[in-house]
């Protein structure tokens, strides 16, 4: 079983996976029994309905899927496949800010500063190695996910860390790995280099479900620089249409909001 759950996860983030698969993952993360190796996925699959109440701007209201262009003939599987990538988006969203929150957490435990800072180097090596650019074609989603996942435990974060997160949200070639590296960057949206990465990564950024949480991602910490490529994406008729309205709102939210 254990295996198989592997294989399903790699089928996951490679957006491969039908309906009962996805069905399938989230009632085997919904056990209290998980391989210590996989607990990190966990969040992944039990948050998402719940954060229907905490995190109601997150999700798309009916609004705007009305608006989302109807299949064509011959392309259900690929629209299909579209949504589950924005569901699988939304998910590593809320896994963003549920990271944020246990990290917080752990900071405040006091824990003993020589093992912390001990544990910073190992994850911050693990990281550099699992996320190089050499390896984006060598280790899985999976893995890749993974390393991104452990700057949240990092009590310390240099510039280095945070240009392999840009990096990676720039350059990695699978969507969710990217999805993943854009929450990530949230958490060091105070510094100068990841605030202006961020709005120049909506500026070249295509897959809509990355442009939305982009746009979530800058609203929330308040980057006014984004104005300006918000108000472009608003104007491009070649940007799918829920997009531009999340991009119109965000216009709007940051134009009154307080720095």
Not at 136 to 158: F, G, K, P, T, W
Not at 214 to 225: G, M, W, Y
Request: aromatic fraction near 8%; glycine fraction near 4%; charge should be negative.
């Amino acid at each position: 079983m254990k295996q198989d759950i592997e294989k399903l996860l790699e089928k996951y983030y490679e957006g491969e996976t039908t309906v009962e698969e996805e069905k399938e993952l989230k009632r085997y993360f919904q056990n209290e029994d998980i391989p210590a190796h996989l607990k990190s996925h966990t969040a992944q699959f039990g948050y998402f309905v719940e954060a229907r109440n905490e995190f109601p701007s997150l999700l798309f209201s009916s609004e705007l899927a009305a608006k989302l262009d109807p299949p064509k003939p011959g392309t259900v599987r690929q629209f299909g496949s579209w949504l589950i990538r924005i569901a699988a988006g939304l998910a590593l969203l809320i896994v963003g800010f549920t990271g944020g929150w246990l990290f917080q957490s752990r900071l405040e435990q006091g824990d003993n500063v020589f093992l912390a800072n001990s544990k910073d180097i190992a994850s911050q090596n693990a990281m550099k190695d699992a996320l190089a650019f050499e390896k984006m074609n060598v280790n899985s989603a999976s893995e890749r996910i993974q390393a991104v996942n452990q700057s949240y435990e990092l009590s310390n974060v240099d510039k280095d860390i945070t240009q392999l997160l840009i990096n990676t949200l720039n350059f990695d070639p699978n969507v969710n790995v990217r999805l993943a590296a854009c929450q990530a960057l949230q958490h060091f949206g105070n510094e100068p280099n990841v605030s202006e990465a961020l709005v120049q990564s909506l500026a070249i950024q295509t897959d809509p479900n990355l442009q939305i949480t982009l746009i979530e991602v800058l609203i929330s910490i308040k980057e006014k620089r984004a104005l300006v490529p918000l108000q472009q994406l608003v104007r491009n008729q070649k940007v799918m249409e829920v997009v531009r309205i999340r991009a119109e709102q965000g216009v709007n939210q940051l134009s009154t909001a307080d720095v």
